[in-house]
């Protein structure tokens, strides 16, 4: 079982940057793929970003360059830092882990956190 709880959220300027932080319980969390996704109003969940257990990492063309995914095993944590912050990634981001196959599928993931909003000011 993996608990998730995200952080860091907030309202930033357009041009601006936020880290978000995931924190998870479980002891499996070495070993799960962990990713990013975002939900705008009126839109679908989209992938944002992946970090395998040995730190692959994968992203959407639309963040990259922009966003870095990162872990830190032995805090339970995994990070999303957004530098560049347009309004277009206005949403409620989420947490989540699945096996050790990274995905961009949300199908594929098992535990979700509660989301943490984000909001870019133009």
């Known amino acids: 079982q993996v608990q998730l709880v995200e952080s860091g959220g907030g309202l930033v300027q357009a041009g601006g940057s936020l880290r978000l932080s995931c924190a998870a319980s479980?002891?499996?969390?070495?070993?799960?793929?962990m990713g990013w996704f975002r939900q705008a109003p009126g839109k679908e969940r989209e992938f944002v970003a992946a970090?395998?257990?040995?730190?692959?990492?994968h992203y959407v063309d639309s963040v990259k360059g922009r966003f870095t995914i990162s872990r830190d095993n032995a805090k339970n944590t995994v990070y999303l830092q957004m530098n560049s912050l347009k309004p277009e990634d206005t949403a409620v981001y989420y947490c989540?882990?699945?096996?050790?196959?990274?995905?961009?599928?949300?199908?594929?993931?098992?535990?979700w956190g509660q989301g943490t909003p984000v909001t870019v000011s133009s």
């Open positions: 479980g002891r499996t969390f070495r070993f799960n793929t």
């Open positions: 989540a882990a699945t096996g050790p196959v990274v995905t961009e599928r949300y199908e594929d993931y098992d535990y």
């Open positions: 970090i395998s257990w040995s730190e692959t990492t």
